[in-house]
C-alpha cells in the first residue's frame, strides 16, 4: 500500500481535532510526513478553507508540504460525473486519485465508495495494514 489519497473527512479530522476520530486521521497524515506517497483531491484545498474559515491557510500550509494534489483536468471531471456513485463529490475524490494512481483512498466515509474504482479503506484499516503505531 504506498500511494493514497485522503479524502476531505480525514483531512477535517485532523484540522478540527474531532473526538473520536482525530488519533487515527492524524496517525495517517503522520505516516505521509515520514516519507508515505500520499495525495489530495484538489478540491478538498477549497472544501477544507470552506469550513475551517480563518484557520484554514495555517493548516492546509502544513498539509500541503506534506502530501501532493492529484492533477485533474477536465477528463477527470467528465470521468467522475460517469462513475457509478451516488455522491458527486466522492466522485471527484476517485478521478482524483485514478489520475494520481493511488492504489487506495483512505475515507471514513467507506458506504460512498463502495462503487468507486478505487478501494477505499478507513483510517484504521490503513494503520493496520502498514503497521504503523
Known amino acids: 500500500m504506498s500511494r493514497f489519497l485522503v479524502d476531505t473527512d480525514v483531512l477535517l479530522d485532523v484540522a478540527l481535532q474531532r ?28 472544501n477544507c478553507a470552506y469550513l475551517l474559515k480563518d484557520d ?5 500550509k502544513l498539509l500541503l508540504s506534506i502530501v501532493e494534489v492529484a492533477a485533474v483536468s477536465s477528463k477527470e471531471a ?13 466522485a471527484l475524490q476517485a478521478a482524483a486519485a485514478l489520475s494520481w494512481g493511488a ?3 483512505v475515507t471514513r466515509n467507506l458506504a460512498n465508495y463502495r462503487r468507486s474504482p478505487i478501494r477505499a479503506v478507513n483510517p484504521a484499516k490503513f494503520l493496520k495494514q502498514l503497521k504503523f503505531k
Open 56 to 60: 484554514g491557510r495555517k493548516f492546509l
Open 78 to 90: 467528465r470521468q467522475a460525473l460517469e462513475l457509478p456513485m451516488t455522491d458527486l463529490e466522492d
Open 19 to 46: 473526538k473520536g476520530f482525530y488519533s487515527e486521521s492524524a496517525k495517517v497524515l503522520r505516516w505521509a510526513e515520514n516519507g508515505g506517497e500520499a495525495a489530495i483531491a484538489w478540491h478538498s484545498i477549497s
Open 103 to 105: 492504489e487506495y483512498i
